[in-house]
């Protein structure tokens, strides 16, 4: 079956621009996770949804950086006026139910600011 | 808070070597244990998981076992091939002990395979 994907795969951006990252979990799957992973380093949490509700967002660097689930199935992760250091890689994953759930890692999106 | 440190890459091997990745972590409560691998042009994928103390994981040959008293969680191989190559991940998940609702990762260990 399909498993996560996200888009665009590569996004750059100006610097100050707004970018719109998307993810379209597993059908079915209740939790969805955001991470950010630098160049050379492991994922970091950015913030999880339980269907549409946002229940942990403890993750996110600013107040430049919000996401949306508004029907329980997609997510979009928005960053606000775009910083040379918000360039990494925006990973999107999804699990069945539980948060101890395996998580389903989706390709990424690439986000380079110049 | 919690964390997750493993060794250093690369790590460089000829085909059949055996293999180990450490890892150890820190953590508040009793963290479930994961190891993650990323083959080259593709995205993260579960290798293995052991939920308490002293499970063993197990998954295409690899092993790893919860050392709660060592608070280890080391992969093991006993004979590798090139097909092996890619970026090992290992994480933690700590949310019923208080910590994030994500997983922790360690940084990540490139292991190459040489035939």
């Known amino acids: 079956g399909a498993g996560v994907s996200q888009s665009p795969r590569y996004k750059v951006a100006k610097r100050g621009q707004d970018v719109a990252l998307r993810c379209d979990p597993i059908?079915?799957?209740?939790?969805l996770f955001w991470y950010q992973q630098a160049l050379g380093q492991g994922p970091e949490f950015l913030t999880y949804?339980?269907?549409?509700?946002?229940?942990?967002k403890s993750g996110l660097p600013s107040d430049r950086f919000f996401a949306e689930r508004p029907e329980g199935s997609v997510s979009t992760l928005k960053i606000q006026r775009t910083q040379q250091e918000d360039s990494a890689v925006y990973l999107c994953?999804?699990?069945?139910?539980?948060?101890?759930?395996?998580?389903?890692f989706g390709p990424g999106t690439r986000l380079t600011v110049l | 808070g919690d964390s997750v440190t493993q060794m250093e890459g690369p790590v460089t091997l000829s085909e059949e070597a055996f293999l180990t990745i450490n890892c150890t972590y820190t953590?508040?409560?009793?963290?479930?244990l994961f190891w993650y691998v990323q083959y080259p042009g593709e995205g993260l994928q579960l290798l293995l998981k052991?939920?308490?103390?002293?499970d063993k994981g197990s998954n295409k040959g690899f092993e790893a076992t919860y050392r709660k008293e060592t608070t280890s969680f080391h992969l093991e191989k006993g004979s590798v091939q090139v097909s092996d190559s890619a970026v090992y991940f290992c994480?933690?998940?700590?949310?019923?002990?208080?910590?994030?609702?994500?997983?922790?990762f360690g940084k990540g260990t490139h292991l190459i395979i040489q035939p």
């Open positions: 052991a939920t308490k103390a002293d």
């Open positions: 953590a508040t409560g009793y963290p479930s």
């Open positions: 059908s079915g799957h209740v939790s």
């Open positions: 994953a999804s699990s069945p139910g539980e948060i101890s759930d395996t998580q389903y």
């Open positions: 994480a933690l998940s700590d949310q019923a002990g208080g910590g994030a609702d994500g997983l922790t």
């Open positions: 949804f339980q269907n549409e509700a946002q229940l942990d």
